[in-house]
């Protein structure tokens, strides 16, 4: 940012840097820093110096032993020259505080001389925009326009549907890519989706503005529109409730403020996906979670199919969630200006006793707290006006502290939300972004809200990169679907792709990850997600493991207690039956000859006199070969063991057939 007529850091940074972008490659020989007029004495003391040519790629001027830390200034006013000891050729340069009096503030100015050739476009320029169509656009022209953009870049989109609305409308949705047919290994998916209220029409031309952005800036070969492209499969869906659409178009912005709201058959799509929040709440009352009861992937309940209250919207978009492995995406809505995360439904903590204050007033916070706070302020700080709105809701009763962000169970909690359900079943972390307080603006306003909201789009789609990603195989290279990838502290796990690649996205940190799958031994690595662009690199190779081999022995270890389910062979099982057969009978014939002992005692005190005659009661200790097998099978042996010559009985079974 700048104040005072210089660049100061973001105080909530942890890793600041002031970047320049010379348009061509220029060859730099040095920079000269000075202070801010300030009353603290705002200077930068020390810094590094960095050269790019793509501004991803970084290179730090080095002395041949560590990074060459240039001495900066003094005092706010006096400039302070540091010439490089050789020039170097980039496009980029880049200064990297270190040390600094008062607050992180300077003026600079670079050294060098550009290189011959044509200036290349900057990141973050603005391009001229007379090829974009602003206005409202109908059900058919929707369409009509998508198929123009999928005429204009045929290699890099694709037209497709979600399903039907009640109405019998295609809920249409575009995919932008590189190759947008199918998911390649190692490329995340992402989506923009609006109208799940027909009658908030600006997210709806946002996306249409967007295709058509993508489309043109790829053609042109703008560097970062090439990067998104190629980097991302990106699914746009300009309306999910076309019923709503059409209803609340026809009287567009003179329509009623909940015209079009709801789908035909009466429901708030955004508030109609199944209650999975419940369900892991309880569980975790229970102490069930992780170890019964995943943190991750919530199943739905069974009368999901039978429930007439959910639409057929809503289940066409659940189709659609489950069939690709999005990571990251949000939802347009309209009413308010601010960007809301979830957790969407409100559950208070548990009293924490008397004398700790209210924790239970508090909600209950999602495992991902910290970065779902990330990607919202990535949205509503690169937003024109989002942060300028100190209430930050255009009725002023939303606490959002300034920031352009909310907590939606603080705000308006509501059950059953696609957030919600998206995070608990899915591996996408889903947001709503709510773009003004007017629902359906006039078209004359549409170019301004889309310079508004531009580079916010961009800059969301561009933390898909943010965390870990990598692929999960066994040892002979084969790739492992449904695998678990879980991060210590962090609540919450995600599973790989049928392709056995996988995305987490995290904040910048060290991480201890760990990688299981079922019939394979887990294991654990230390993956560091760093400050620059680009998920960090964290594959898996499992080993498989003996537990499959385990399973098939026809006993439980723990419980010392044979399972008639266990997979034995024919065999055993019909050794095992002898056993239990002899055991039975010989536990028998000790309880009669015990009661015998007992009637010849009884007898031979009232007849005859006292003698000294013993009967033992317990058989000489021998070790049958049954009794070891038992033991070898979890079966445990009576103690004291059992006779072969005690009686002969008749077995179904001869010892002599083995």
């Known amino acids: 940012m700048c104040l005072g007529g210089a660049w100061c850091a973001n105080s909530e940074e942890r890793v600041h840097w002031f970047e320049l972008d010379a348009r061509r490659e220029t060859e730099f020989t040095g920079v000269i820093t000075q202070g801010r007029d300030s009353l603290n004495d705002d200077y930068v003391i020390s810094y590094y110096l960095a050269f790019s040519n793509d501004s991803r790629e970084w290179t730090t001027i080095h002395d041949g032993y560590a990074d060459w830390l240039f001495f900066g200034n003094s005092d706010i006013d006096t400039p302070v020259m540091n010439q490089l ?7 980029y340069i880049r200064i990297i505080p270190q040390n600094w ?184 009352d229970k102490g069930m979670v992780p170890k019964l009861t995943p943190n991750h992937h919530v199943p739905i309940p069974e009368n999901f199919e039978t429930n007439s209250s959910i639409a057929v919207e809503t289940r066409a978009i659940i189709s659609w969630m489950q069939s690709h492995p999005f990571v990251l995406g949000a939802n347009f809505q309209g009413g308010e200006t601010i960007v809301a995360y979830p957790y969407d439904s409100l559950r208070l903590n548990k009293p924490s006793g008397e004398g700790h204050g209210d924790p239970e007033d508090e909600p209950q916070v999602v495992a991902d707290e910290s970065l779902f706070r990330w990607l919202a302020v990535s949205y509503a700080s690169t937003h024109l006006s989002m942060v300028q709105n100190l209430h930050g809701s255009c009725q002023g009763d939303t606490p959002s502290g300034g920031h352009g962000i909310v907590n939606r169970a603080k705000w308006k909690p509501i059950t059953g939300s696609m957030n919600d359900f998206s995070y608990l079943h899915t591996n996408c972390f889903e947001l709503s972004i709510f773009l003004g307080c007017d629902k359906f603006p006039h078209q004359s306003e549409l170019a301004q809200e889309w310079e508004k909201n531009r580079e916010a789009m961009i800059i969301f789609m ?3 990169h943010r965390g ?27 599973t790989t792709a049928p392709t056995g690649d996988y995305w987490r996205l995290l904040n910048p940190g060290e991480y201890r990850v760990t990688a299981r799958a079922e019939g394979f031994s887990s294991v654990t690595k230390v993956c560091v997600v760093g400050y620059q662009s680009g998920a960090t690199a964290c594959s898996f190779n499992l ?62 005190t009232t007849t005859l006199p006292p003698t000294t005659t013993t009967i033992p009661t317990t058989p000489k200790s021998t070790t049958p070969w049954y009794d070891s097998w038992l033991i070898e099978t979890g079966q445990s042996s009576t103690p004291g063991g059992f006779t072969d010559s005690i009686l002969d009985y008749n077995y179904d079974y001869k010892i002599d057939d083995y």
């Open 85 to 91: 000891a050789e020039p170097v050729v980039a496009r």
């Open 101 to 284: 009096n008062g607050s992180l503030c300077m003026r600079v100015e670079f050294l060098g001389c550009p290189l011959p050739g044509e200036p290349q476009k900057t990141q973050n320029e603005v391009t001229p925009v007379d090829y974009l169509e602003f206005k409202h656009h109908s059900y058919s022209e929707m369409v009509t326009l998508m198929k123009s953009v999928n005429d204009e870049c045929p290699n890099i989109t694709r037209i497709y549907s979600l399903g039907r609305s009640a109405n019998g409308l295609e809920i249409m949705a575009m995919v932008i890519s590189g190759n947008p047919t199918e998911h390649e290994i190692g490329e995340p998916e992402f989506r923009f989706t609006a109208g799940l209220h027909g009658n908030e029409a600006m997210g709806r031309e946002m996306i249409l503005l967007l295709m058509q952005y993508l489309c043109k800036e790829y053609k042109d070969r703008n560097p970062r529109a090439q990067q998104l492209v190629d980097g991302i499969r990106i699914h746009l869906v300009p309306s999910l409730n076309p019923d709503g659409h059409e209803k609340a178009f026809e009287g567009s912005e003179l329509s009623g403020w909940t015209t079009g709201h709801f789908t035909q058959d009466g429901f708030d799509i955004f508030q109609n996906f199944p209650d999975l929040n419940s369900i892991l709440w309880d569980a975790e």
């Open 462 to 464: 561009e933390q898909v």
């Open 468 to 494: 870990i990603r990598g692929i999960v195989k066994d040892q002979q290279g084969n790739a492992i679907a449904n695998a678990t990838v879980s991060v210590e502290g962090i609540n919450h796990d995600v």
């Open 543 to 604: 080993a498989k493991s003996n537990w499959d081999r385990i399973k098939q022995v026809g006993h439980v270890v723990g419980n010392n207690v044979y399972s008639p389910n266990t997979h034995i062979s024919a065999e055993r099982k019909r050794r095992l039956r002898i056993a239990r057969l002899r055991l039975l009978r010989q536990q028998r014939l000790m309880k009669l000859r015990s009661m015998t002992t007992t009637a010849t005692t009884t007898t031979t």
